[in-house]
């Protein structure tokens, strides 16, 4: 990933903005390969991301113009995301270290902080598939079924749901209830437990801090959405959305796993662990239900969140805020991104 480097210092004549833009995105340009030499496991998982997308479009049929094609697309759309957001970093004044503003401190239980989370993220993965088996969409009996209050829960959050959904009819049942689950068992309770750990409200990056790297991405995406009008059933929509997957999925991943993560690798490796895993968590669904049985194609497309996920981790380390990132999850999802 690109340097760290802080801000472009002004010189003792100030230019102009555009001058500045352009300083900026030359630097951002410059520093983009160096920074990715860095670290090679990325790199890594982008060869083997770039071949597995190019033998699967030709396997399909498709010619070697048209299997590069939309590689080469993906790459450079997110190759520019990241040198926006570099761009975009590097025209902030330079600011002092978050510790010398807080005060220094030790914190406490980097190991089981990290455990807890793994955890957390585990028994999201078994939901996800308990889920789908009671759908019928993965065959077997349902795999949380044995746990003892659990039909319970969901059952509760759907009585839940279906009373908020006779009151706001436009949003479903089953997605009020999906939102009332996350918020609890993604936010509330693993929130609890890394309070009770010692993390601090500070450090989980629910400010706004530096909005301004994300808001290019949300204006793209709610640009996108907006297009089909501002009906008050739109905009609850998209109030749902930047709650879940929004804010709670970034929340979990870039605000406390990406944090914990690197406790113990470089800051890009933790950004792309945890971007893997946050693709991992979209196997059980793209394969039983999008790509129905069809591995190698669910495969490259969790390549492609994880590519997502990589940029939205970038970001994070820029501005050290999750809000911005979680409106940028929603507007992409509102957008269909």
């Known amino acids: ?137 993965i065959r077997g009996t349902p795999i949380l079924s044995a746990l003892p209050g659990w039909r319970e829960f969901n059952d509760a959050l759907l009585a839940l749901g279906n009373k908020a959904h006779l009151t706001l009819p436009s949003i479903s049942t089953d997605a009020w209830a999906a939102l009332a689950s996350n918020l609890v068992l993604r936010v509330l309770v693993p929130g609890a437990a890394l309070r009770a750990l010692g993390m601090q409200w500070r450090d989980m990056g629910l400010t706004l801090r530096r909005w301004w790297i994300a808001a290019p991405f949300v204006g793209i995406g709610l640009g996108v959405y907006l297009t089909g009008g501002l009906a008050f059933d739109r905009l609850l929509r998209m109030g749902v959305v930047l709650l879940y997957p929004g804010l709670t999925e970034e929340l979990f991943y870039r605000g406390w796993l990406q944090r914990s993560l690197k406790h113990y690798v470089r800051r890009g490796n933790a950004v792309l662990i945890t971007a893997v895993l946050f693709g991992l968590l979209h196997l059980p669904e793209f394969l039983a239900v999008h790509y129905t049985g069809m591995l190698p194609l669910t495969l490259t497309n969790i390549g492609d969140v994880i590519l997502t996920g990589l940029v939205w981790g970038y970001g994070m380390t820029r501005t050290r805020s999750v809000l911005p990132w979680a409106a940028v999850h929603a507007a992409s999802n509102l957008a269909g991104l």
Not at 9 to 18: G, K, M
Request: contains cysteine; glycine residues 6%; hydrophobic residues 50%.
């Open 1 to 137: 990933m690109p340097s760290t480097d802080h801000a472009i210092q002004p010189s003792q004549t100030t230019p102009s903005l555009l001058t500045r833009v352009g300083r900026a995105f030359r630097y951002a340009i410059k520093r983009f390969p160096l920074g990715l030499w860095r670290y090679p496991w990325i790199v890594a998982f982008l060869i083997v991301y770039a071949v597995a997308r190019v033998l699967l479009n030709r396997s399909m049929g498709a010619s070697w113009a048209n299997a590069l094609r939309p590689l080469a697309l993906s790459l450079l759309f997110n190759a520019l995301s990241i040198i926006i957001i570099d761009t975009l970093y590097h025209l902030c004044p330079a600011e002092p270290p978050l510790e010398s503003r807080v005060g220094k401190r030790t914190e406490r239980y980097p190991t089981a902080r990290l455990v807890v989370l793994l955890l957390v993220w585990g028994f999201w993965a078994l939901d996800i598939v308990d889920g789908l088996q009671t759908q019928g969409a």
